[in-house]
């Protein structure tokens, strides 16, 4: 199958490389390879993104904890930042918003360290990912969370194809509207596959391995 690529803008000028193509994931195979690498290490890209999806919580909503979920470690941090700029005060001691990255357990569940679980339990925590294909990543996430006792206040992500998570709105700055045809497939009923189509890489959040 012959993969073409090009880029989509959002409303607020940040921009993503999009290609078409046979590509399987960690959980299904999709068509379409959103490659949100620029947004999460550039600058002034994650600066620009972290204000557009800031916009749905700066009023409404308490945070004290970001858990960054694959590598939005720096665009946690200017939402943070976007955050308590427009006045939203942390419930915690600290008067600040903590920046968590998760750790996982050998059977890929969301683990929190004895010192890190303050910022988590009785915490309002947002979820921050880099994409959100079928949600069940997410999902375990916000399971994780729960677990140690976080309170999920609400889970965006740079690209999600689904609406909801675990009954949540997920806030995106890309979403399927933006990749008209962007289709998800569960691996044993892909249409690609099943026509002989060949994979054309193996794809995550972190980047893409051609085959």
């Given at each position: 199958m012959e993969s073409r690529s090009y880029e989509i803008t959002s409303s607020a000028g940040v921009s993503i490389r999009v290609t078409q193509g046979h590509f399987s994931t960690n959980h299904s195979h999709i068509n379409y390879y959103v490659d949100t690498t620029t947004l999460k290490a550039?600058?002034?890209?994650?600066?620009?993104?972290?204000?557009?999806?800031?916009?749905?919580?700066?009023?409404?909503?308490?945070?004290?904890?970001?858990?960054?979920?694959?590598?939005?470690?720096?665009?946690?941090?200017?939402?943070?930042?976007?955050?308590?700029?427009?006045?939203?005060?942390?419930?915690?001691?600290?008067?600040?918003?903590?920046?968590?990255?998760?750790?996982?357990?050998?059977?890929?569940?969301?683990?929190?360290r004895d010192n890190i679980r303050p910022m988590i339990a009785g915490k309002n925590v947002l979820l921050l990912l880099a994409d959100v294909t079928t949600g069940r990543t997410s999902a375990k996430c916000v399971e994780g969370v729960e677990y140690y006792g976080g309170v999920v206040r609400g889970v965006c992500a740079l690209f999600s194809a689904v609406d909801h998570v675990s009954g949540y709105p997920v806030n995106a700055v890309f979403t399927t509207k933006d990749i008209p045809g962007y289709q998800a497939f569960n691996k044993l009923e892909c249409p690609f596959c099943k026509g002989n189509v060949k994979l054309d890489a193996l794809v995550n959040s972190f980047g893409y391995s051609k085959l």
């Open positions: 550039s600058h002034s890209e994650s600066a620009a993104a972290a204000k557009q999806l800031s916009a749905q919580y700066v009023y409404s909503t308490p945070v004290d904890t970001i858990v960054c979920i694959e590598g939005t470690e720096i665009i946690g941090a200017f939402l943070a930042e976007e955050l308590t700029k427009a006045g939203i005060r942390s419930m915690n001691t600290q008067k600040t918003i903590y920046i968590v990255p998760p750790e996982y357990n050998s059977t890929n569940q969301l683990i929190f």
